[in-house]
């Protein structure tokens, strides 16, 4: 098993950057795809991006393509977020997930989640 751990998030203008974290404890992190997604009031949670096991291979959703990307460092068992030109629609509850292959969207494979950061864009 994998406990993941976000921090990071926090209240910004639009046009802001901010980095998340999702730091892992017990089993290695390398044995994982990464994924993150996040959580507006009333809506559904929704995919924002996945990175790979080995960190090679990346995708995001339209929505944040070219705005973000997602990163990894194994050996600090250690995935990251980094949100530049945040909107206001962006904000949200972010979390990171695992999962044991490359599963993309599918949020049922997820099989580990953190328990959420919050990042709130202002206008």
């Known amino acids: 098993q994998v406990q993941l751990v976000e921090s990071g998030g926090g209240l910004v203008q639009a046009g802001d950057s901010l980095r998340l974290s999702c730091a892992a404890a017990g089993r290695a992190l390398s044995n994982y795809a990464m994924g993150w997604f996040r959580q507006a009031p009333g809506k559904e949670r929704e995919f924002v991006g996945v990175?790979?096991?080995?960190?090679?291979?990346?995708r995001y959703s339209d929505s944040v393509k070219g705005r973000f990307t997602i990163s990894r460092d194994n050996t600090k068992n250690t995935a990251y977020l980094q949100m530049n030109s945040l909107k206001p629609e962006d904000t949200a509850v972010y979390y990171c997930?695992?999962?044991?292959?490359?599963?993309?969207?599918?949020?049922?494979?997820?099989?580990?989640w953190g328990q959420g950061t919050q990042v709130t864009v202002s206008s």
């Open positions: 997930a695992a999962a044991d292959n490359y599963y993309l969207n599918q949020i049922s494979k997820y099989d580990y």
């Open positions: 990175i790979s096991r080995s960190g090679t291979t990346t």
